[in-house]
């Protein structure tokens, strides 16, 4: 009898220990904000990690941890999961120059050289309909299509950056927002005193999150004068504010600047302290093997367009030979008024398949240098490599999740592959900045889809109506 109470008094003590470790086991484990999976984890940290049935704890918005799903889910407990089966858990993409707004010019003007297109279509079309309104719908229609296609971080360039600067921190996307400068009129200035001293004014009262950096955008050397793009490099010195401009575009620029100042566009911005800022530089097709060394040596990132270039006829940038130099390289869109898109999918596979065409060298541009100009050396070009580009320990929580099980994707023998040549913007699920959802299930939760459509055709009726009758310029 009293055997068999020891007995049970022993096993109850047993049970109340393995309760307890239990409990204990789920007191240890950390209460954490997010836990996104993968069935293949592509971190694009500097080895090329990729992890198979992997996840990333995410918490105050930070990733802090990456690693197999069985060991996040060991070591915390999140209030919010996102399931990972069949899909890529990797860094959101980096845009690294457009002009989001222009969205509403799409299809517009298509099959112009670039002087031709400017100066006779888009200059004109801007003066007549670009206003606040105008930018305000521009802009969340670019988000829209931005943030469905897992793009997390851009470079802007347009018009009212304050205005985009509201609907870029409201639809929660990472943005570097240059305020425009051109010498001459553009909408709602007379020329470059007004548009400086609004640029100026943008970057000191700006008031965002840490998401949005304001920046000065001086357009390009030939339409802002040397005294000018001085001017710039001065205040932006003063006011810690990154610098983005077109460089060294094409021909026609090349040209011009040969003439006006009997110099390269490169040695030219040089000549101007342009190369000691770290300056976001759009296109960079034309440079010389000289000034290639030169931007390597210089904080300059060059920006390569495939799709505006190839469109406008304006040439193929020397991105390899950049990259072996030690130029820092990002990939833009440019944007979509001759693109005519806002994709950075395409982007990744044209700026891989174009550089080994022009090489004749299928090796010139392998896949997984295509995927790093959109993500880890796409945010250290504009300057933001600290924070997002990689699933790394530390970094913002920039990730997105891209279905994998459509047929048209199947088998995965090799990941990084697919991602380069098969994968299309419409397979991204979900886009989380800063640790957000923002895109879940293929559904943007912070926009109002169906009020932004009904607005754009709205403003479309309106241009096509002042188009036909002949109310606008072009
Ligand atoms: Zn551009």
């Known amino acids: 009898m009293i055997t068999g109470l020891r007995f049970l008094i022993v096993g109850a003590l047993i049970l109340v220990s393995v309760a307890c470790s239990r409990e204990q086991a789920i007191a240890d484990e950390q209460q954490i904000d997010l836990i996104s999976y993968g069935r293949w984890v592509v971190t694009m940290d500097p080895a090329g990690t990729i992890i198979e049935n992997g996840a990333v704890a995410v918490h105050n918005g930070k990733i802090i941890a990456v690693g197999s799903a069985a060991k996040i889910d060991e070591q915390y407990n999140a209030i919010k999961t996102i399931p990972g089966d069949e899909r890529v858990l990797m860094p959101g993409l980096v ?18 050289e670039l002087m031709d297109w400017l100066q006779n279509y888009i200059f004109p079309m801007e003066g007549q309909f670009v206003n606040e309104e105008f930018v305000k719908i521009g802009a969340e229609l670019a988000c829209l299509e931005m943030l469905r296609g897992g793009t997390t971080s851009i470079v802007d360039m347009y018009f009212y950056p304050q205005v985009s600067a509201q609907v870029f921190e409201g639809c929660g996307l990472r943005a570097i927002l240059g305020a425009p400068m051109i010498d001459f009129p553009s909408p709602g200035f007379a020329g470059w005193d007004d548009s400086f001293a609004a640029g100026v004014e943008f970057v000191k009262s700006a008031n965002y999150s840490s998401r949005i950096i304001p920046a000065l955008a001086p357009h390009a050397p030939y339409t802002v004068s040397p005294d000018h793009l001085r001017e710039v490099v001065e205040i932006a010195g003063s006011l810690n504010a990154p610098i983005t401009m077109h460089l060294a575009e094409d021909m026609a620029e090349k040209s011009l600047i040969e003439q006006r100042y009997s110099t390269t566009p490169v040695r030219h911005v040089a000549a101007l302290g342009m190369l000691d800022t770290a300056m976001i530089a759009a296109h960079v097709v034309v440079p010389d093997e000289e000034e290639i060394a030169m931007l390597a040596k210089s904080k300059v990132s060059a920006i390569h367009n495939p799709t505006s270039n190839m469109k406008l006829g304006a040439g193929i940038s020397p991105v390899p030979a950049m990259i072996k130099a030690g130029v820092k390289v990002g990939l833009g869109t440019d944007g979509a008024a001759s693109n005519n898109d806002l994709d950075m999918w395409e982007e990744i596979r ?109 403003k479309s009726d309106e241009i096509r109506a002042a188009l036909t009758n002949g109310t606008a310029e072009p």
């Open 350 to 458: 044209l700026a891989a398949l174009l550089h080994k065409v022009a090489n004749n060298d299928p090796t010139a541009m392998p896949a997984m240098t295509a995927l790093r100009l959109a993500t880890s050396m796409g945010a250290e070009a504009i300057g933001l490599g600290e924070a997002t580009g990689s699933l790394e320990v530390g970094k913002q929580a920039d990730m997105i999740q891209i279905d994998m099980s459509d047929p048209r994707l199947q088998p995965v023998y090799d990941v990084i592959s697919h991602l380069v040549y098969a994968v299309r913007s419409s397979d991204v699920v979900t886009t989380i900045i800063d640790g957000k959802i923002i895109v879940e299930e293929g559904e943007i939760l912070t926009l109002d889809s169906a009020e932004i459509k009904r607005q754009v055709i709205a």
């Open 95 to 112: 845009n690294g120059h457009t002009h989001a707004a222009m969205v509403l010019f799409r299809g517009m003007a298509d099959d112009l």
